[in-house]
């Protein structure tokens, strides 16, 4: 019944729980989590806590609508909520390497901001036009923006406000067969 995640503050509220519901005694309850979960910080896991996962897990709690990663005073605040979660895991001291690490794990959703990614994006038949558009239009550079104004009423009702969101959902759906570049996608 335990999470996959928790913090060390909230360690004492498992154990009493675990002699409450079911008659265990805290010191047995305190060994069988120290014999399931490893502990990174101040946070207990059952698996291996990577910085990969603590930060898509910072961005989905934190930062749902995007974090502007050229800002160091965003950077510092990410910083922030990840000893505050995690304690003292020795970040990078170099802002440049967290800014890298965020937009790996995370999808462009406008001009420098990166959000979470998700599982879903726009619906697989909006998806699924504008990829045979590309493939079947004969020209072998599309702008983004191009691409945006074409099915730009679509892409609104989905959610998708800019060339920039729409960039990162298409290279999060077809990296593999495109090419993409900073304002175009090719073939």
């Known amino acids: 019944d335990m ?14 729980k675990g002699y409450v519901e079911y008659c265990h ?3 047995i309850t305190k060994k069988i989590i120290e014999d399931n979960y490893g502990k990174t910080g101040d946070v207990y896991h059952r698996s291996r806590l990577t910085l990969v996962r603590i930060y ?10 995007g974090i502007w990663v050229y800002n160091d005073e965003e950077i510092d605040e990410f910083r ?19 800014m890298a690490r965020i937009t790996y794990v995370s ?8 959000c979470p990614k998700k599982d879903k994006y726009i619906s697989d038949s909006l998806a ?8 079947e239009n004969e020209s072998p550079i599309f702008l983004t923006n191009t691409l945006f104004n074409i099915f730009e009423e679509e892409l609104v009702k989905e959610g998708v406000s800019n060339k920039y969101y729409l960039q990162g959902i298409l290279r999060e759906l ?6 993409f570049r900073r304002d175009y996608i090719s073939k």
């Open 80 to 98: 922030k909520h990840v000893k505050d979660d995690y304690g003292d895991i020795k970040l990078p001291e170099n802002n440049r390497a967290i």
């Open 174 to 179: 077809y990296e593999g067969e495109f090419i």
């Open 25 to 27: 005694p805290k010191e």
């Open 107 to 114: 999808i462009l959703c406008d001009r420098g901001t990166y």
């Open 3 to 16: 999470p996959d995640t928790f913090n060390e503050s909230q360690l004492g509220y498992y154990l009493d």
């Open 128 to 135: 699924e036009k504008i990829h045979d558009y590309i493939v």
């Open 56 to 65: 898509e897990d910072i961005l989905k709690k934190y930062y749902p609508n």
